[in-house]
């Protein structure tokens, strides 16, 4: 959907065609879901932040400023909501380690492409992505999959540009270093080419 | 053998892309929007409110409400009496067509109660706003039942 469906979308909606939402629930909820995901770390919460988002949008839909992205106010509060939510999760529970049960089990001194299927793989970097600090997490999501410039990622975890690019390299180093030998980064970009 | 800035990125969203998007359960979308046209029915249901008076409304009765005053204070606190009544009775004894009817001609118009202008004009501005408030009142009424 580009900026103009958005609009016509959103003008819809405003009109009081409310089924005209689900495009807008049905194109953002798997990034929303993620990102809430990955902040969370539980999935019934992170679908309860999800929702929580598409209604906040849908009530504040009329307040949304045309010249911005729909994506990027989505994603802004879908950030502010996951972050409120860790927040209090971290006041009820002890931080949960991540399992680290099955690559120990592994065993990452061997050739990592023999040991791991990809299943295991994909497991591996999701818990790589999960051990990095929240907003880390936001930004390696956003500059990663959606493809975002590094002026819209700011605009939505709200610091500077270049403070943004600090943590994007940082996290960069922490993912390449955790996962050169569990995943074998060099071959997995040999395949590749 | 050291890893370049370009090349960590490239190796970094290689490993990143094979991990997909998180999904939510299926039934996500459709309780997302039963929600929401929940809370678009509610909507429906409170009715807007405006004021019964417009801004340009309460203006103007402001404004009439200030004239009047200002006459008040100008004219001074002199008292008038009723009995300029008797000059409209006059007026109407003098046209021939009532001067034919005894029973016009016979009466005796006198009012002996005096009343202050102020009076006299708060019972008028009384009137007045009653009825402006009636017609106003009327027409909401209507336009909430339509």
Do not use: C
């Amino acid at each position: 959907m580009n900026t103009v469906d958005e609009h016509k979308t959103i003008k819809r909606v405003l009109n009081g065609d409310v089924k005209a939402f689900e495009e807008i629930v049905v194109l953002f909820q798997d990034m929303v879901f993620t990102l809430a995901y990955r902040v969370v770390k539980n999935r019934e919460e992170a679908e309860e932040v999800a929702q929580d988002v598409f209604i906040k949008v849908f009530k504040s839909l009329k307040s949304f400023n045309e010249k911005s992205k729909l994506s990027t106010w989505i994603y802004r509060i879908t950030y502010n909501l996951s972050i409120n939510r860790y927040r209090s999760q971290k006041q009820q529970l002890v931080t949960t380690k991540i399992d680290n049960s099955n690559e120990n089990k592994l065993g990452y001194t061997k050739d990592a492409l023999t040991e791991l299927s990809e299943q295991e793989k994909r497991e591996v970097i999701n818990k790589a992505i999960l051990r990095l600090a929240e907003t880390e997490k936001i930004i390696i999501t956003l500059y990663y999959y959606e493809d975002l410039p590094i002026a819209e990622i700011a605009e939505i975890v709200g610091i500077s540009p270049q403070n943004v690019k600090v943590k994007l390299f940082r996290s960069r180093q922490k993912l390449h270093t955790e996962l050169k030998d569990k995943v074998g980064l060099e071959i997995l970009d040999y395949e590749y080419n | 053998m050291n890893t370049t800035n370009e090349d960590m990125d490239r190796l970094v969203r290689r490993a990143v892309k094979m991990s997909p998007l998180e999904k939510p359960d299926k039934g996500f979308s459709h309780s997302v929007m039963s929600k929401i046209e929940g809370l678009a029915e509610e909507k429906v249901i409170i009715p807007e409110r405006s004021p019964l008076i417009s801004q340009t409304g309460w203006m103007i009765i402001v404004s009439l409400i200030v004239i009047a005053f200002s006459v008040l204070l100008i004219s001074g606190p002199t008292k008038i009496s009723l009995s300029y009544f008797d000059n409209y009775v006059s007026l109407f004894n003098s046209i021939s067509l009532f001067n034919s009817v005894s029973l016009f001609s016979n009466i005796n118009y006198s009012f002996p109660i005096s009343v202050s202008n102020i009076f006299l004009t708060g019972l008028f501005a009384f009137v007045f706003f009653f009825i402006i408030e009636i017609s106003i009142i009327t027409r909401n009424i209507k336009k909430v039942n339509h």
